[in-house]
């Protein structure tokens, strides 16, 4: 149980271009969903969190604007990156908690994003 | 002070040995701990989690939280080659509401 999917697991795009990514949990629903980023030797870092039908809460210093999320259903969220430079080359993960106030997160298996 | 500090090692354990993973956090009203381990490339997967004083296990795994201390650490016995990873302590801070917060991760490596 609790299976989150990502897709693409993969992309490579061209600066300026804007790249969405999808994330679904495949046998549970999920009141709230997380996207964190992944520069290479580093920790995760939450970008923003996520509940389902209600705007999404970006952390200090994520450009909301620049990371559209949308979470219009309980099983699936999608981040999409807008005008897309080399600097936000990075692995992108997302993951899900079932219930509101549940802390036990699950992560998808990421998507690793970079930009030419 | 970072919310949530881990040694970034390399730590380095012979086969077979006990692998001691430490982690200390600054917010005294949290309650909820998790160990994630995150394989190069890949992404992090659930370990444990524990919410109060004392030892829980699992398996080869044991997971050890002193509040008072500020203080979670992780044992692994009988250490395996395939336990080397990079193991990430979370911690769910009262002010943070659902979300976690990561400490930047400890690399492990087994050696046979």
């Known amino acids: 149980g609790a299976v989150v999917s990502q897709h693409p697991s993969r992309v490579i795009c061209k600066s300026g271009t804007s790249v969405k990514i999808e994330c679904r949990s495949l046998d549970f629903q999920a009141t709230t969903m997380f996207w964190y980023r992944q520069f290479p030797k580093q920790s995760l870092m939450l970008m923003a969190t996520?509940?389902?039908?209600?705007?999404?809460?970006?952390e200090q210093g994520v450009e909301k604007d620049k990371f559209l999320i949308n979470h219009a259903s309980l099983t699936l969220s999608t981040l999409t990156v807008t005008s897309a430079h080399p600097e936000d080359s990075s692995f992108y993960i997302c993951?899900?908690?079932?219930?509101?106030?549940?802390?036990?997160?699950?992560f998808g298996p990421g998507t690793r994003l970079l930009v030419l | 002070q970072k919310e949530v500090e881990q040694n970034s090692g390399p730590l380095s354990v012979p086969e077979g040995a006990i692998a001691s993973l430490n982690c200390t956090y600054s917010d005294r009203g949290s309650q909820s701990f998790f160990w994630y381990r995150q394989y190069s490339g890949k992404s992090p997967e659930l370990i444990m989690s524990i919410y109060s004083n004392g030892d829980k296990e699992d398996g080869r795994f044991t997971a050890q939280l002193n509040k008072a201390s500020q203080y979670v650490s992780l044992l692994i016995r009988d250490s395996q080659p395939s336990d080397s990873a990079t193991y990430l302590c979370?911690?769910?801070?009262?002010?943070?509401?659902?979300?976690?917060?990561f400490g930047q991760g400890t690399r492990l490596t087994i050696n046979p």
């Open positions: 996520s509940n389902e039908g209600s705007k999404a809460t970006y």
């Open positions: 993951s899900a908690s079932p219930k509101r106030g549940q802390e036990t997160q699950y």
């Open positions: 979370a911690v769910r801070t009262i002010q943070g509401a659902q979300k976690l917060v």
